[in-house]
């Protein structure tokens, strides 16, 4: 089965730079993939776009070195079963705030008796090779994201789960539910709850990634420890580099008519 580089770069202690697509678009979706990150995920939670275009998307990056990814609407065994069947090599789950619910939804990226994943991998045998029953549990990647504060006071027993394999911050959503808003990277209380599920992650061996929003954050967070970053969205990405485009021609226009 073709290996996971997440769990490759996990072993070696380095990070993992992660694309983010918020765009249903297969172009996008490819070009992001080319560009040196070592994921992409595809994001149907808040992505204006739904399962059938999803598998479009992780069709462009699996034309790249790029790993896909999928974050889901919600942990429902049948959405997460297809998105894994339909290729991606890791699931980030929204909304998980107890260890019952990391229990279900760290079981629906498993094959029993592991966990309860149903068979039928379709394209996700396409693409990671023949013996993908044999090896698929090792490879996926389970993520359950930590963004309330129902999350965050349980965050020590979810990540006892085993088979679940680590954490994702939504720093948005848990600022929103520690009374910061959603952009208070730069309060104390964010960057010291951010801190401390990192070091509840890697105290019991998990991975621990983090969305990062905010120009700075990023760098931020590669300091502190984080195995994964996601540096802004596709939409992001656009808008910084347009306006920084854009902001160049105007400056050499403004010193060509003085």
């Known amino acids: 089965m073709r290996v996971n580089r997440l769990k490759q770069l996990q072993l070696e202690k380095r990070v993992a730079v992660n694309a ?13 993939g080319h560009c040196n990150f070592d994921a992409v995920t595809v994001d149907l939670q808040h992505g204006p776009y739904g399962f059938d275009q999803a ?3 992780l069709q462009a990056i699996s034309a790249t070195e790029a790993v896909p990814l999928a974050r889901c609407a919600g942990s429902t065994l049948a959405e997460i079963n297809k998105l894994l069947d339909a290729g991606a090599y890791g699931i980030i789950c929204p909304l998980i705030d107890d260890v019952d619910q990391a229990a279900v939804f760290a079981a629906s990226c498993r094959y029993p008796p592991r966990g309860a994943r149903s068979y039928g991998p379709a394209r996700g045998l396409l693409y990671g090779g023949s013996d993908y029953l044999a090896r698929a549990d090792d490879q996926i990647m389970s993520l ?18 085993e088979e679940l394999d680590g954490i994702y911050v939504g720093p948005s959503d848990l600022g929103i539910a520690l009374g910061l808003g959603p952009d208070a990277w730069s309060d104390p209380r964010m960057k010291a709850a951010v801190t401390h599920i990192l070091e509840v992650a890697h105290a019991r061996g998990k991975y621990a990634g983090i969305f990062c929003g905010a120009p700075d954050m990023g760098e931020d967070c590669v300091r502190i420890g984080y195995d994964l970053v996601t540096p802004g969205n596709d939409v992001q990405l656009l808008r910084a580099g347009a306006a920084a485009r854009v902001d160049g021609v105007r400056r050499a226009a403004a010193g060509h008519s003085s």
């Open 20 to 32: 983010w697509i918020s765009m249903g678009n297969g172009y996008l979706a490819e070009v992001l």
């Open 55 to 57: 598998v479009h998307l």
């Open 144 to 161: 359950a994201m930590i963004e309330t504060s129902n999350a965050l006071d349980n965050v020590e027993r979810m990540l006892d789960v």
